[in-house]
Nanobody
Framework: QLQASGGGLVQNGGSLRLTCTVSRRTNSPLLMAWFRQAPGKEREFVAAISPKGTVTRYSDSVKGRSTISRDNAKNTGWLQMNTVKAEDTAVYYC????????????????????WGQGTLVTVSS
């Protein structure tokens, strides 16, 4: 149901914008998030956004240089990341869960039951 796109080769210090498309329209409240996984590392939380887009969360590693957003009318979410670094190189996944409960730990991958296929971002020096 989720498809991530927008990855590719990005120069160090540049910007990227990833897109997450929800293929099936739903009226259920959908919490959306981005995770990433670098080679040999565990999947890492990047950012999350509440169903109505009013609440966002970021990992410390991207806070201040990233923006997660969504347009429910388009069934689409985005992750904008600026000033990218080599350590941002990873496969990026969008994830979702039908919930309005934001008291849970949004950074836990097992919280999400819908996942996209991932899009590779490579930051070149």
């Amino acid at each position: 149901q989720l498809q991530a796109s927008g990855g590719g080769l990005v120069q160090n210090g540049g910007s990227l914008r990833l897109t997450c498309t929800v293929s099936r329209r739903t009226n259920s409240p959908l919490l959306m998030a981005w995770f990433r996984q670098a080679p040999g590392k565990e999947r890492e939380f990047v950012a999350a956004i509440s169903p109505k887009g009013t609440v966002t969360r970021y990992s410390d590693s991207v806070k201040g240089r990233s923006t997660i957003s969504r347009d429910n009318a388009k069934n689409t979410g985005w992750l904008q990341m600026n000033t990218v670094k080599a350590e941002d190189t990873a496969v990026y996944y969008c994830a979702a869960r039908v919930t309005t409960d934001l008291t849970m730990d949004l950074s836990v991958p097992t919280l999400y039951n819908y996942w996209g296929q991932g899009t590779l971002v490579t930051v070149s020096s």
